[in-house]
């Protein structure tokens, strides 16, 4: 069975900060990662896709099949990143199986 | 850039009647539609797949009698919580498929609350 695991749900860093948010997962074929943002009162909407290779405010995240670990990664948080981060694993049919998630908070 | 809508974006219904949700994609045709479901704090869980002209798919322990979904056209799907009870009480969301393999756009969500 598939399964994404994040396992801090909160985060806090000051504002210059890296920040790390870890995600490890478990598939049993090629997995197909990504990282989704809820910023506070928005939607749900994708950041970055492992397939990409793409930075995307900032934001990178390498696929280590290793360590079958696709953690999110700034070298310098500002405050507008304090949002909720959901990491997602492809499945069959294009579903997809997201972690429970982690809130960052970037304070000042 | 591809956009979802849901009505309505929250609802309040009495025990055992049933509410109809919708979600529309608004620029774009979506042979696919998910829906979620979220309790406070937790993360999404997928409830079940709507493809269109066809019966949706359901994930295991979704009760298909009690959620039907309908994906009638191209832009809509409907998921209709039958006979509601407290316990149904949630956050809804739609997600419609994109062109890319696992691309989805997600709606804002319908919060329903069951009294």
């Known amino acids: 069975a598939q399964r994404v695991t994040q396992p801090e749900k909160l985060l806090s860093v000051f504002k210059g900060a890296p920040v790390e948010l870890k995600c490890n997962y478990s598939y049993s074929g090629s997995p197909e990662l990504f990282w989704y943002v809820q910023y506070s009162r928005q939607r749900l909407q994708l950041l970055l896709r492992?397939?990409s290779r793409e930075s995307i405010k900032g934001f990178t995240a390498d696929l280590n099949k290793g360590e079958t670990s696709f953690h999110l990664k700034k070298p310098f948080a500002q405050e507008e990143d304090s949002a909720m981060y959901y990491c997602?694993?492809?499945?069959?049919?294009?579903?997809?199986?997201f972690g429970k998630g982690t809130l960052l908070t970037v304070n000042p | 850039g591809a956009v979802v809508s849901q009505h309505p974006s929250w609802v309040i219904c009495k025990s055992g009647t049933s509410v109809k949700i919708e979600c529309r994609s608004l620029?774009?045709?979506?042979?696919?539609m998910f829906w979620y479901r979220q309790f406070p704090k937790q993360s999404l869980m997928l409830m079940a797949t709507?493809?269109?002209?066809?019966?949706?798919?359901?994930e295991q322990g979704v009760e298909k009698d009690k959620f039907l979904i309908n994906h009638a056209s191209l832009t809509l799907s409907t998921l209709t919580v039958t006979s509601a009870h407290p316990e149904d009480s949630s956050f809804y969301i739609c997600?419609?498929?994109?062109?890319?393999?696992?691309?989805?756009?997600f709606g804002p969500g319908t919060r329903l609350t069951v009294t």
């Open positions: 997602a694993l492809g499945g069959s049919n294009y579903k997809l199986t």
């Open positions: 709507s493809n269109e002209g066809s019966k949706a798919t359901y």
């Open positions: 620029d774009f045709q979506a042979t696919t």
């Open positions: 997600s419609a498929r994109g062109r890319m393999p696992y691309e989805q756009y």
């Open positions: 492992h397939i």
